[in-house]
């Protein structure tokens, strides 16, 4: 069965980091590109950060560039998402996405919850 599992989320301070794994299992990890997203309450879900597997090119949204740092480990069918000096305007629920390379068709993960607060 085909299963992304996230996890590492909580309450942190402003300033504070987190690193969020995302680990992949039930398909080929190396034919998908993955792909995070945040979605906070009354807001669109909201594009973070990609990496493909050939090359390990990585593109990042304006909002977080310089702070977060997207990864893979393709031996560990994991992608882990770095955050640091983290905002109160980064709390959300973070989602993982892979997509097969050349197609529409992908698998999310179930969230996991990021709160940023004094």
């Known amino acids: 069965q085909v299963q992304l599992v996230e996890s590492g989320g909580g309450l942190v301070q402003p300033g504070g980091s987190l690193r969020l794994p995302c680990a992949a299992s039930g398909f080929t990890f190396s034919n998908y590109v993955m792909w995070r997203f945040r979605h906070a309450p009354g807001k669109e879900r909201e594009f973070i950060a990609t990496i493909t597997y050939i090359g390990g090119t990585t593109m990042y949204a304006v909002s977080v560039k310089g702070r977060f740092t997207i990864s893979r480990d393709n031996a560990k069918s994991t992608v882990y998402l770095q955050m640091n000096s983290l905002k109160p305007e980064d709390t959300a629920v973070y989602y993982c996405?892979?997509?097969?390379?050349?197609?529409?068709?992908?698998?999310w993960g179930q969230g996991t919850q990021v709160t940023v607060s004094s």
């Open positions: 996405n892979a997509r097969l390379a050349g197609t529409s068709s992908s698998h």
